[in-house]
């Protein structure tokens, strides 16, 4: 398995665990670990760009090989 791919994969999935902590902040109304609600689905982008961009290096590597 390519590193980037799982750096990807990992990436992926953090960034869908914090989506889902950001949506139950925002439905129950709660601020989690003193973190803003907003600031989760921030925190969610983030991590699915960089998940992508390491996808994207992963497969640009692997055709250079």
């Given amino acids: 398995m390519n590193v980037w791919k799982l750096f990807a ?3 992926i999935v953090c960034a869908l665990l914090t ?7 925002l439905l129950s109304s709660a601020t989690i670990w003193g973190i803003e609600t907003e600031f989760w689905f921030y925190d969610a982008v983030a991590a699915g760009i960089f998940g992508v961009f390491f996808l994207m290096y ?3 590597s692997k055709q250079l090989r």
């Fill in 58 to 60: 992963g497969s640009q």
């Fill in 9 to 11: 994969q990992i990436s």
């Fill in 19 to 25: 989506y889902s902590i950001g949506w139950g902040a």
